[in-house]
T-cell receptor
């Protein structure tokens, strides 16, 4: 296993279109996180899964955003009716059952909304 | 609720001089604390973590951090900066259950030759 992978790495879309990002965590990790990072800022927490259950969602995650982890393995983050303010790097991370353990991050999916 | 504040948005040091990046946290629980580094166009990498064992934590590349509960601080230090240390550094707090994990705004470290 080579780590957390995210796809696509870059996405350019027009305002109003829908986009979907995929994250494949490290296989034995049951916890999966989504963050959003804009230029010059730290990653902002969006949502968190333990296995297939979405346990917490940030207020940042408006009703245009939805995340799933249907079988407790890979996860998708969908943004509907994209806005220019959605332009950011979307980061996925995973962690094993050790609650004090390291978060392993993917390289991120960069979204540009024109 | 938990939060983390990085006290400096930018720090500039000369190569070979000490580095100090400051972090204060707030947590209702006994937190786990981390420092991550992000080089330009690279992913986030763990430098070190504190998880209620020794208060002085040693990490990779000569970095270390000291957990001070009375000051609610977890400052990152390195005795001698190297050009390759130039990057963005994030202080991170995680609650006891490892659920919500919050990042600070980051400190950009510049290293002058």
């Amino acid at each position: 296993d080579t780590g957390v992978s995210q796809d696509p790495r870059h996405k350019i879309t027009k305002r109003g279109q829908n986009v979907t990002f995929r994250c494949d965590p490290i296989s034995e990790h049951n916890r999966l996180y989504w963050y959003r990072q804009t230029l010059g800022q730290g990653p902002e927490f969006l949502t968190y899964f333990q296995n297939e259950a979405q346990l917490e969602k940030s207020r940042l995650l408006s009703d245009r955003f939805s995340a799933e982890r249907p079988k407790g393995s890979f996860s998708t983050l969908e943004i509907q009716r994209t806005e220019q303010g959605d332009s950011a790097m979307y980061l996925c991370a995973s962690r094993n059952r050790d609650s004090t353990g390291e978060l392993f991050f993917g390289e991120g999916s960069r979204l540009t909304v024109l | 609720a938990q939060s983390v504040t990085q006290l400096d948005s930018h720090v500039s040091v000369s190569e070979g001089t000490p580095v100090l990046l400051r972090c204060n946290y707030s947590s209702s629980y006994s937190p786990s604390l981390f420092w991550y580094v992000q080089h330009p166009n690279k992913g986030l990498q763990l430098l070190l973590k504190y998880t209620s064992a020794a208060t002085l934590v040693k990490g990779i590349n000569g970095f270390e951090a000291e957990f001070k509960k009375s000051e609610t601080s977890f400052h990152l230090t390195k005795p001698s900066a190297h050009m390759s240390d130039a990057a963005e550094y994030f202080c991170v707090v995680s609650d006891t259950g490892g659920f919500k994990t919050i990042f600070g705004a980051g400190t950009r470290l510049f290293v002058k030759a």
